[in-house]
């Protein structure tokens, strides 16, 4: 019983890993770049979304039918406009420093991060904002297993939106070129394909998701601050990697994998032990696990093995 | 020989032994005499921070691996100071002891994360790294009945060197210059070295490297090694000097400023690493005045740095080997 | 050219700073150290918006005796020990600094206590780990209690009023988290009490659903919480989530209004929270207090903001007490000291043992009710 309910515990958090490890791994597909302001994107969704709801929600205790309208379209909108600052980030800092040694773009990343962070923090304060909990917190309990509302908004809109995503990639004329891209990027280029155009969807898809993963967490924690993004920003990109970066499958396995680690690392550690090893050590085991993983899958569960002719291959960065 | 020397007095070697004298005189003598305790202090940060530089310009820079979990090492180096000379346990090693202890730990351990890992592709290695030196700063804050666990270790003994103890910031600065100066002499000879070039190839072509008959997996043990080596020593030092260690010194945070300080400076040169350091150590208490818009103007300086010189500050052909050939050295 | 200006750009901001501090040789300057960027700011913003309430107070009442204006400097020690020594030396090469309100985690007091000890600056903290005034430095006061007053009181109280039997006790991993929580641990079981499990969380999670999965198999009686916010808010709302109903009881970081914000005022209720200031309507001078933060910041005061307050009113009030030409480190080291001051935050006078420690400080513990703290003991 206490294994299913550890369970349902992992996949919430899981599909929020999942959802923020997709921006990560697309970026890293086609610009081989750890966009480490991509955490940032996940704060601002929950900042801005923040903002635009308590505008709509104002002082009103109970809801009415246009203002549950208001609070989908402040989220939505709130997407959007991170969309739209990860292409910012794209244009001002990526796009330069494309082409140029492989640190430097990390570099540019980490200082956004350190930017972007800040502003917030000098903005609106480094406190701890309450957010409202959107979905209700009612819990639903069957058969002994209890599960949030807002948990189970959230594993299913990141399912939908990931299986939205993969479809998106395989059949519409963006996400082939997209994927091409990550192929090679030479030879796309070569044979005319434009880059600049399916780089900056892939920053706007990727700063959009990472958004409506804030806001999911968020609403679901009921907590929001400037720093919210370091950590979780991290635990995304662990989930990447144990996925296999640059594989959109691979990303959404690496979330939900990183998240029933984590879970059950915390729920059993002590008592697999017998007390020796305290919860303290489940991030412990998370990474030892990602690192057995990588010893034996040098590419990560869904990556592309090494040794397939990539240029990239040669060089480590 | 044919071109005529940039700097023609230069190549005459009292004059050059001359500037070098008046250099010695005013690093090792005028600095610390005329410097505030304070700045003082930021020095001797820079001074360490110099070394991690060094220290990871090893792996990232020479052997091009990027390893973002270097602050294990210097952890290492840190609570092997800690535990061995402090009242923690109520060993108190001497100081060169314990020197030697901590940067042999920290090589063997960067040998035991190596050895499993050199299969791994950049950034596959990058989170490897990652996640090796967040275990052993959780492994540090959580095992209390070795490293005292978040408390920390205090009371930890001033570093004494044969006889002269090292008391006040200015004896530490003294200290630091001359071990910085000879680990850069060192890890510059290395860069010059048979092992220095062929790390260069690895870095640009590990696949044909292999291909001749070189055995990549050990060159990069090698570099992680030594690069770890120095990530100890630093450690001890910082110990000796804070003569407080606690796992919040030694948190992500910190190997990324490591990261930075080998990649704004220029990757794979020294003078690079040292302008990084001054970058992250320097500038940061330069920009205290403007208060919480300290870090944001941090952040803003970095991603400008970058996009201005994608490079790096300083162009790799500016290394320490240019300086000596220019002025006639070499 | 566009390089060149930005370059040039980048050389002001940085050349800019050093010449943005002002300098009046009139004034005595009070050095506040404390994070104020990076996750922990939120602490050291309450803290020193609590000093500063104190000093602007005393300076538009005229100042010290004899006319002279106190300037709080702040610094940023980002709660990073390898900073916090920075600053100290900075603070120690500032002639015209008397003392210093410094640092708020241990972690960064510990090592800045040789620095200051250098150059015989009195220090005043909040930090609240024993070891701060156990390491034979006499320039050091400890505003507030040691953690031992606030944990001993949670758990003689749920023994002996509540007659709880068994507790499980979740902590931070931090200094302060595992110090209260293993002072609750070593009290709860020496009155007779089980505790049924110690688990460690990390300092930056906010999920707790797994660890409270695995306590609600113990069924305790009682939660006892080692942490800060907004974990102790997020713990409580995940157990009543889970529909655990046993009482939780938490340090004084909870004391703040974010506690009903951020858990929601249902979970938040009864929540049993130790503190060390006596309720805000007890005396006048709290009341005064509570008063005074709420005109100037718009809010109530959180937890910290009360002990800025309290050590800023230390060192101000011994100041007041000195003559203007006997004012200098030295001698106020001396006089905190001899220090002996009434009608203070803390519902006691204020006096210091030769450690530095506070004298017979006490400790009160609170239950969250409808949305107010309402004392209980």
């Known amino acids: 019983m206490e294994l299913i309910q550890q369970t349902v515990n992992a996949l919430s958090i899981g599909a929020i890993y999942a959802l923020i490890a997709l921006g990560y791994t697309m970026v890293y597909g086609v610009l ?57 980030l794209e244009r001002i800092v990526y796009r330069p420093l494309r082409g140029k040694p492989r640190l430097s773009p990390l570099l540019g990343a980490l200082g956004m991060s350190i930017v972007l962070q800040n502003v917030v923090q000098i903005s609106v304060g480094p406190g701890i904002f309450a957010y409202p909990t959107l979905f209700g917190s009612t819990r639903i309990e069957i058969g002994g297993i209890g599960i949030n509302r807002t948990a189970i908004v959230i594993i299913g809109l990141s399912v939908a939106l990931m299986a939205a995503l993969q479809v998106f990639l395989q059949r519409s004329r963006t996400g082939v070129r997209i994927r091409a891209l990550a192929e090679d990027h030479e030879i796309a280029r070569l044979i005319g394909i434009e880059i600049n155009k399916p780089i900056a969807a892939i920053f706007f898809i990727g700063g959009a998701l990472g958004a409506l993963g804030g806001v999911l967490y968020a609403a679901n924690y009921g907590v929001m601050q400037f720093s919210m993004g370091t950590i979780v920003g991290l635990k995304a990109f662990t989930a990447a990697v144990l996925g296999g970066i640059g594989s959109v499958p691979g990303a959404v396995l690496g979330g939900f994998l990183l998240g029933l680690l984590e879970t059950f690392a915390a729920g059993l550690l002590p008592k697999l032990t017998g007390g020796l090893i305290g919860t303290e050590y489940r991030d412990v085991v998370a990474f030892a696990v990602l690192i057995v993983v990588l010893i034996f899958r040098p590419s990560g569960l869904l990556g592309r093995p090494e040794g397939t002719g990539e240029a990239s291959d040669k060089k480590d960065f | 020989m044919n071109q005529p020397h940039p700097f023609p007095g230069f190549s005459h070697a009292i004059v050059r032994w001359g500037v070098l004298a008046a250099l010695v005189g005013v690093i090792f003598f005028a600095v610390p005499l005329m410097a505030k305790v304070y700045e003082l202090r930021v020095l001797n940060n820079l001074l360490l921070y110099m070394l991690l530089g060094a220290g990871l310009t090893i792996v990232v820079g020479y052997a091009g691996l990027l390893d973002l979990g270097f602050v294990a090492f210097y952890a290492i180096g840190a609570y092997s100071y800690a535990i061995l000379a402090s009242a923690q346990f109520d060993f108190h090693l001497p100081f060169l002891l314990v020197l030697a202890i901590g940067t042999i730990l920290a090589a063997f351990t960067g040998l035991l994360l190596g050895y499993p890992v050199m299969r791994l592709r950049g950034d596959y290695l990058a989170i490897v790294t990652l996640g090796f030196g967040e275990i052993i700063r959780i492994i540090i804050n959580n095992w209390n009945g070795l490293t005292n666990g978040p408390k920390g270790i205090a009371r930890i003994d001033r570093p004494d060197l044969l006889g002269w103890q090292i008391t006040t910031p200015r004896d530490l600065y003294l200290f630091l210059l001359v071990v910085v100066i000879l680990v850069y002499t060192l890890v510059f000879r290395l860069e010059r070295s048979l092992l220095g070039k062929a790390w260069r190839a690895m870095r640009e072509d590990q696949v044909a490297l292999r291909a001749s008959g070189v055995d990549t997996t050990r060159l990069k043990l090698l570099a992680f090694a030594l690069s770890a080596s120095i990530g100890g020593a630093a450690g001890v030092f910082f110990a000796a000097s804070q003569r407080f260690v606690s796992p919040e010194s030694f948190v992500l945070h910190e190997s990324i400023l490591i990261v930075v300080i080998v990649v704004i400076g220029g990757v794979a040169n020294l003078i690079g690493t040292v302008i990084g350091a001054f970058v992250v150590v320097i500038v940061p208490e330069l920009l205290r005045g403007y208060q919480d818009y300290r870090m944001l103007l941090f952040g803003l300086l970095l991603v400008l740095g970058i996009i201005l010189r994608p490079e790096g500050l300083v162009p790799q052909r500016y290394g320490i080997g240019w300086i000596l050939k220019k002025t006639g050295w070499r | 050219m566009k390089k ?42 309450g803290l020193t918006n609590g000093m500063q309430l104190y000093f602007d107070q005393l300076n538009a009442a005229g100042g010290l005796p004899g006319g002279h204006k106190v300037e709080l400097v702040k610094a940023d020690d980002r709660a990073d020990p390898r900073e916090g020594v920075l600053v100290a030396q900075k603070f120690c090469d500032d002639e015209q600094m008397i003392g210093v309100l410094a640092h708020f985690n241990s972690g960064v007091t510990i090592p800045s206590l040789d620095v200051y000890g250098g150059c015989s600056m009195p220090q005043v903290t909040v930090s609240s780990n024993p070891q701060v005034t156990q390491l034979g430095f006499g320039h050091v006061f400890r505003a507030a209690n040691d953690d031992y007053a606030q944990a001993q009181l949670s758990a003689s109280y749920a023994i002996e009023t509540l007659k709880e039997k068994r507790a499980a006790i979740i902590q931070d991993k931090q200094a302060f988290g595992e110090g209260v ?13 089980e505790v049924t499990s110690v688990s460690g969380v990390n300092s930056t999670d906010v999920d707790f659903g797994p660890v409270i999965t695995s306590l609600k198999a113990e069924n305790p009686d009682m939660v006892y919480v080692g942490a800060v916010m907004p974990q102790l808010a997020l713990i409580v709302r995940q157990m009543r989530e889970q529909g655990i109903k046993a009482s939780y009881f938490v340090p004084d970081g909870g004391f703040t209004p974010d506690l009903f914000a951020q858990a929601g005022k249902d979970n938040a209720e009864g929540t049993l929270i130790t503190f060390q200031v006596p309720p805000y309507d007890s005396k006048p001078e709290l009341v005064a207090f509570a008063k005074a933060y709420r005109e100037k910041f718009g809010k109530e005061p959180d937890t910290y903001d009360a ?5 800023a009113w230390i060192v101000g009030e011994t100041l007041k007490g000195m003559s203007k030409a006997d004012v200098n480190r030295e001698n106020l080291i001396k006089a905190l000291h001899a220090t002996n001051l009434k009608n203070s935050l803390l519902g006691i006078d204020v006096s210091f043992t030769e450690h530095g420690d506070l004298k017979g400080g006490l400790a009160f513990l609170y239950k969250a009710t409808d949305g107010q703290f309402k004392l209980v003991k």
């Open chain 3, 4 to 45: 060149v200006v930005i370059a040039v750009a980048g050389l002001a901001i940085i050349s800019g700073a050093t010449s943005a501090s002002g300098q009046d040789a009139g004034t005595f300057h009070i050095g506040a150290a404390a994070p104020l960027s990076g996750p922990q700011a939120i602490f050291g913003q």
């Open chain 3, 307 to 311: 002990y800025g307050y309290l050590a």
């Open chain 1, 32 to 88: 081989k770049l750890l966009n480490f302001a991509h955490g940032e994107m996940f704060m601002l969704g929950a900042f801005f979304s923040y903002w635009l709801i308590a505008q709509v929600v104002g002082s009103s205790e109970t809801l009415s039918f246009l203002q549950f309208v208001g609070i989908g379209l402040s989220i939505l909108f709130s997407c959007l406009l991170v969309g739209l600052v990860a292409m910012l």
């Open chain 3, 181 to 193: 929580a293993k002072i609750f641990e070593d009290k709860f079981k020496a009155l007779g009490g």
